[in-house]
């Protein structure tokens, strides 16, 4: 590529990244969210943590040793923070943080 198609790819992607962000604000002005808005703002976070949870076990195998116990482990680790803390975003970045320490390290 040559950089005036780079800076060009560039510009699209700032012009496309501004309009997601501005696009909720001007479909949304008036004050009362559709439902379907208000359905994925409530179960979005736990979907999420689900999809976590099913890709961290996907490719155990649990008859060879260490058994899965850094997965379980890390799934465990993080209910335990979201039941304390109540936090879905600090429960899911620490969760991952967790996981990927015991992965990469033990």
């Given at each position: 590529?040559?950089?005036?198609?780079?800076?060009?790819?560039?510009?699209i992607m700032?012009?496309v990244?501004?309009?997601?962000?501005?696009?909720?604000?001007?479909f949304?002005?008036?004050?009362?969210?559709?439902?379907?808005?208000?359905?994925?703002?409530?179960?979005?976070?736990?979907?999420i943590?689900?999809?976590?949870?099913?890709?961290?076990?996907k490719?155990?195998d649990?008859?060879?040793?260490?058994?899965?116990l850094?997965?379980?482990?890390?799934?465990?680790f993080?209910?335990?923070?979201?039941?304390v803390?109540k936090?879905?975003?600090?429960?899911?970045?620490?969760?991952?943080?967790f996981?990927?320490?015991?992965?990469q390290y033990?």
């Amino acid at each position: 590529m040559s950089s005036y198609e780079i800076y060009v790819a560039i510009a699209i992607m700032a012009v496309v990244n501004y309009f997601t962000r501005v696009f909720p604000f001007l479909f949304f002005r008036k004050n009362d969210l559709p439902p379907y808005v208000v359905f994925i703002e409530r179960f979005f976070p736990a979907v999420i943590m689900t999809i976590l949870i099913f890709y961290s076990i996907k490719d155990i195998d649990f008859s060879l040793a260490p058994y899965g116990l850094k997965e379980i482990g890390g799934i465990f680790f993080t209910a335990i923070l979201h039941l304390v803390l109540k936090n879905y975003l600090i429960s899911i970045f620490a969760g991952t943080i967790f996981y990927m320490v015991l992965v990469q390290y033990y």
